[in-house]
């Protein structure tokens, strides 16, 4: 902390500086219209803008009609041109894990063999350490209360430990993508450790074991005993095969394939992804529908009463409940209309740990609330397309369902997403052939330079 306690207060003067900086860089609503600016990189459908092209994965939520229209369909999602819901359910059969096996898709471009999987699965072990007393002088130096602060601090000062840190050929920068998957559940959980001590609780640092899955390897490291059910694991890995892709456009992919032109190291470009993702219109929202379902059944006397229900909906979309935002958190994907496949997958799974946790109340208003959400908005809103519940709206209710921190929702997010990430950084890499640089279009005037003693 600053010797001066008052260090991080607003000064009136800053205060003063803000008010003048906004009345000064308003920019007029109307004139994205007047130069076809597509604001957010989306036109006044939401449809993105293409920026790019991609091989890596593929978001379909639309089939074209006879007369060239486009028409909302089932949500489904790509992984190099492989349903994930295929993926996640083959591994669910054949009691397995789906997480390394969709993180060597989404890197080399075709499934594994039994072979390379294992060979995948030995090489992400044997990258599970960090370098010698990293986790006492970088994680538990000044702990931050935010782990995705700590996670993206962390992933810059490995910089200081790889002398080829700055080189960007292929080889050298599959293998710092491999290692950053390997130690991202180990970075996430000790720092959440880290703040957790920080607050007056004990701190618990196991060692990782390399045979161990991702999903496994955060359980055991997260818990005093390191003690999980197989479910719960097989779960949580369903989670972060979930997470681990989606399509080119979001915020954080990117961000990194924008950092990655410019020609900058792995290190920095993974950080500035940490940063899109810790947003909270990007990673949080899972944190929020939770928030918004404690909130719900503190409200709501009777679970089961759909009107009931349905007037506390409303009243979020009124703002008059919970954070007074107008939204129904978990509800609506900017893509997908009729269904995201991915909550669908997870509403199934969400079910049997229910059970398990004897949590089966909580998912049933769950499920109500994923019946009557979109009958409400579409009573209080004009809508351009279907809404439904989104991935978000259930993976929320599993990291709650396993006691995960709140803390480490976003983390959690992150350790499934950087594999896609790791895709799109070598993509870029491959194709680079120009720094992403668009055009912002000067709606200012022009004014003459004053002297000081003139203002």
Known sequence: MASNPNYYDLRPEVRAMASDARKHSRINISDYEKYDVKRGLRDLNGKGVVAGL????????????????????????????????????????EDRFSFEEAAYLLLM????????????????????????NFVRDVILKAPSRDVMNSLARSVLNMA????????????NVMRQCLQLIAVFPLLSVYGYQACNYKEGNSLYIHAPDPKLSTAETILSLLR??????????????????????HGGGNNSTFTTHVVT?????????????????????????????????????????DWKDEDEVKAY????????????????????????????????????????LSAEKGRQEDYELYSLVERLGPEVIAGERKMYKGVSANVDFYSGFVYHMMDLPLELYTPIFAIARIAGWSAHRLEELINMGKIIRPAYQYVGRHKAYEPLSQR
């Open 109 to 132: 471009g075709h499934l594994p063999d039994g072979e390379q999987l294992g060979q995948f699965r030995e090489l992400l072990g044997y990258y599970r350490t960090l370098p010698n």
């Open 160 to 171: 200081a430990y790889d002398h080829r840190a700055d080189n960007i050929s292929l080889p």
């Open 313 to 352: 909906l409303r009243a979020l979309l009124e703002k008059k409940a919970f954070d007074k935002s107008g939204l129904i958190y978990g509800m609506g994907h900017a893509v997908y209309s009729l269904s995201d496949p991915r909550a669908k997958l997870l509403h199934a799974l969400v079910e049997t």
């Open 54 to 93: 991609t091989e890596i994965s593929d978001i379909h939520a639309k089939d074209k009609g006879p007369d060239g229209t486009e028409i909302p369909c089932e949500g489904k999602l790509y992984y190099r041109g492989v349903d994930v819901e295929d993926i996640v359910s083959g591994a669910l059969r």
């Open 261 to 301: 032109s410019s020609g900058t190291d792995t290190y920095s470009c993974m950080a500035a992804a940490l940063a899109s993702l810790k947003g909270p219109r990007h990673g949080g929202a899972n944190i929020m529908v939770v928030r918004m379902f404690e909130d719900m059944k503190q409200n709501v006397r």
């Open 224 to 245: 005093p005993d390191s003690n999980y059910s197989p479910w719960e694991a097989k779960v949580l890995d369903a989670c972060l095969t979930l997470h681990a892709e």
